[in-house]
Structure formats: structure tokens, C-alpha cells
């Protein structure tokens, strides 16, 4: 086709007119391509394919894997652990009875010492008597150490005494029965018993007798007498 040869005024014209339409299709418009929706569709394909394969997979991998507690290891391990806890409970009751006996053993011998506590005082309390027991009589036979030397200073048997010098002053008692020949007198004394202030011969029981001092007692055959 023969093209006609434009002028310079035309030329800038042209110019001038396509400007507009260029600087258009520079802007970019709105409404999406084509190719991008096609491209997204294939996104969300890819993500849904990529997820049934998951859980496909987590599927296949749950119904397939072996149970761990079903190995023979696991079976072992439960088995020495059983065996563990046996061991456990027979210690703690082997404690627990030995625990008990150490309580029945601490209790006796609390017990036994408290029973040794009791024996020893109660020991001390009998020395204590005893001591006390053994003063009383000491003092009781130094009393009648001294009533026996003061009764055996004042008993007597046949023959003459003086009151005052061989004899206390006092009443006496024949200590047992006299007989029919017994005679007793009351002297003056340094008389040479010719002053007879009083005689007697009772003939039986226990004649008792009371004399004073510047006096002396005569007995014959009416065994011992003794001061009341």
C-alpha cells in the first residue's frame, strides 16, 4: 500500500494525539488478568492436595505404627518394674514390724528402768528404816542394858543387905513363889538383928517387903527378890 507523505504539521499533530493513548496504556487497570486467576485457583489446588496428603499419611502412619507398651522391651521393663515395687512393699512392711518391735523394745526397757528407778528408792527407804530401825535398837538395849543393870543391882537372894549401901531403899517382890520355910525380917541396922522392926513367914505366894534406908532386909530360902 502506498503510504502518502504527511507533512510536518500533520506529523506533530499525530504526535500530539497518540501521546494520550500511550500514556493510557501505561496505567495498569483495575479488573485482574486472566492469568492470575488461573494461578490462584491452582494455589488453593496445590494446598487441598497438599493437606489430603497429610492427613492421609497421619492416617496410614496411626494404623501402622506398633504400639510401644506391646514390645517385648516395654514388656521387660514393666515386668522388672513390678518386681521393684514387690521388693518396695516387703522392705516397708520388714520396716514396718521392725518398727514395732523397736517401740515394744523401747517401751520394756522404759519399764525395766523405770522398775529400777522404783527398786532403788524403795531401797533407800528400807536402809533408811533399817537405820532408823538400828538406832531405835541400840537406844532401846543401852535402856534396857541400863533398867537390867539397875534390876540386877536390885535383885537379890538369900543372906542380909543393907539399904542404902548394898540395896536401894524401895518396895521388892519375891519374883516366884515361895515356899513354907521361907522367913524374911526387917533389921535396924548395926543391931546384930536383935531389933527386929518386922519378920514374916508367908508360907507361899510372893511376898513383897518394903524398906528404907538405916535398915537391913534378912531372907532365907524365898529365892530372889526383885524391886518393884
Given at each position: ?109 522404759e519399764s525395766r528402768e523405770s522398775a529400777v528407778v522404783s527398786r532403788e528408792k524403795a531401797a533407800t527407804e528400807t536402809e533408811k528404816k533399817n537405820?532408823?530401825?538400828e538406832a531405835a535398837l541400840k537406844k532401846r538395849e543401852t535402856t534396857v542394858s541400863g533398867a537390867e543393870a539397875a534390876k540386877a543391882k536390885n ?74
Open positions: 500500500m502506498r503510504k502518502t507523505a504527511m507533512k510536518p504539521e500533520q506529523q506533530n499533530d499525530q504526535v500530539v494525539s497518540e501521546a494520550p493513548r500511550a500514556n493510557a496504556a501505561q496505567v495498569p487497570s483495575s479488573k485482574p488478568k486472566a492469568g492470575t486467576k488461573r494461578t490462584l485457583k491452582a494455589k488453593v489446588l496445590v494446598s487441598a492436595v497438599a493437606g489430603a496428603v497429610l492427613l492421609g499419611a497421619g492416617t496410614f502412619f496411626g494404623t501402622t505404627l506398633p504400639d510401644p507398651s506391646k514390645s517385648s522391651a516395654y514388656v521387660a521393663l514393666q515386668e522388672s518394674k513390678a518386681g521393684v515395687d514387690q521388693k518396695i512393699r516387703l522392705l516397708q512392711t520388714d520396716y514396718a514390724t521392725l518398727e514395732e518391735l523397736h517401740l515394744k523394745l523401747k517401751g520394756d526397757i537405820s532408823e530401825a535383885t537379890f537372894g538369900d543372906g542380909t543387905r543393907t539399904v542404902g549401901r548394898d540395896i536401894e531403899p524401895g518396895t521388892y517382890i519375891a519374883t516366884a513363889d515361895v515356899g513354907s520355910s521361907c522367913y524374911w525380917a526387917i533389921l535396924t541396922s548395926g543391931s546384930n538383928g536383935s531389933d527386929i522392926v518386922d519378920n514374916d513367914i508367908p508360907g507361899g505366894g510372893r511376898p513383897s517387903v518394903t524398906i528404907s534406908a538405916g535398915q537391913d532386909f534378912k531372907s532365907s530360902r524365898c529365892g530372889s527378890w526383885t524391886k518393884q
